[in-house]
């Protein structure tokens, strides 16, 4: 009899590979920089800013090279079915004050159980930011992570537990085809954050991680001249993936000498035109249907990604049986072929 963990874990790297394979389907590049960074044997928890939605979790999950556990926000699991799945792919419910109050003294609970994951060397994936904007720049943290690791240490202070922030870079968030960097940071020990006492000083480390990640993510500093700053990037054409120059940039009156982005090619509209045609019915969907219903813009990237890894791939597969049934299976496949090819080149040719 195979065993639950196993059944579990293959599971997991089922969902994973299909991420993975979807992301093929959405982004023209996904670059992965320090993973040197990940220990692979202890407790990990991966802080990282928070833009784009459920996007952001999948894409630290699949290039962190570990099986993350993560947290979600709580009204995602009010139906028993899908709260069965977010929870066998390791979400785990985090309560806000616009859950209700009462709701709040449940996180206690929450965290407490982050804790025993990472006694077990597991790993977490936590947005202190506590919500997510479009806005290039690092917000002010919650405490949410902090208590998790004050349980941590007061459990556990001689097992070595690893902080390592993490800087989402996506150039265009809000379209399809779009470029994002993924920066892994080096790791913070908690245990350097011990008072005299032994108390952790919660203020001391939360401005460690908040200065960490403004070295990994474009920072924009939210005051009269953020829409100044912000419009004089995009004039100069940075590249937002790559946020070392860019922040050097935004220190260096403007002064960039990376990389800057190209016009998209007549070639992308050209095979997203073909691309159109093979899936008008999932487009029809999105542009009618699911996209006028999006109030936040930060929705927009997840919602499209769920579209292009549920219903594209079932009218494509349903698509090429018809035609085989039609035509013959040779025809179908031949569909098949071109339904998966010409997707991926006009992406490639953007």
Same mark, same amino acid.
């Given at each position: 009899m195979i065993k639950l963990p196993v059944l579990k874990k293959l599971w997991l790297i089922i969902v994973e590979t299909y991420i993975k394979l979807g992301f093929l389907f959405y982004f023209k590049k996904i670059k992965? =920089? ?15 800013? =928070? ?51 009462? &709701? ?27 919500? =997510? ?85 474009? =920072? ?14 995009? &004039? ?24 800057? &982005? ?89």
């Amino acid at each position: 009899m195979i065993k639950l963990p196993v059944l579990k874990k293959l599971w997991l790297i089922i969902v994973e590979t299909y991420i993975k394979l979807g992301f093929l389907f959405y982004f023209k590049k996904i670059k992965s =920089h320090y993973l040197e960074e990940i220990p692979t044997d202890k407790a990990v928890i991966f802080l990282s800013n =928070h833009q784009n939605a459920l996007l952001d979790p999948l894409l630290i999950t699949v290039s962190s090279t570990r099986k993350n556990y993560f947290l979600t926000r709580a009204d995602a699991f009010s139906n028993r079915i899908i709260s069965s799945i977010l929870k066998s792919l390791q979400m785990i419910p985090v309560y806000r004050l616009r859950d209700g109050i009462r &709701t709040i003294t449940k996180n206690k609970e929450i965290f407490s159980s982050c804790s025993d994951f990472l006694l077990l060397n597991k790993s977490i994936i936590l947005f202190p930011e506590g919500n =997510h904007s479009l806005n290039r720049c690092v917000r002010n943290l919650s405490k949410g992570f902090t208590r998790i690791v004050d349980d941590y240490l007061k459990k556990r202070k001689d097992q070595e537990l690893v902080i390592i922030p993490v800087g989402l870079n996506y150039q265009s968030p809000t379209e399809f085809g779009d470029r994002v960097s993924i920066y892994f940071g080096r790791s913070i020990d908690p245990g350097n954050y011990l008072n005299s006492n032994d108390v952790l000083d919660i203020q001391r480390l939360k401005i460690s991680v908040q200065d960490n990640l403004k070295l990994l993510t474009t =920072h924009i500093k939210i005051d009269n001249d953020y829409e100044s700053n912000l419009n004089k990037l995009n &004039t100069l054409k940075v590249d937002f993936t790559d946020p070392i120059l860019v922040n050097e940039c935004l220190n260096n009156q403007f002064q960039y000498r990376g990389n800057k &982005t190209r016009s998209i090619s007549r070639m992308f509209y050209f095979f997203k035109f073909f691309t159109i045609l093979i899936y008008s019915i999932p487009y029809l969907i999105w542009k009618k249907i699911i996209s006028p219903k999006i109030v936040d813009d930060e929705f927009i990237g997840t919602l499209r990604f769920s579209v292009i890894i549920t219903i594209a791939p079932l009218f494509l597969i349903g698509e090429a049986i018809l035609i085989s049934v039609l035509f013959g299976y040779v025809y179908g496949l031949i569909s098949l072929f071109i339904g998966i090819i010409v997707p991926l080149i006009s992406l490639r040719a953007k």
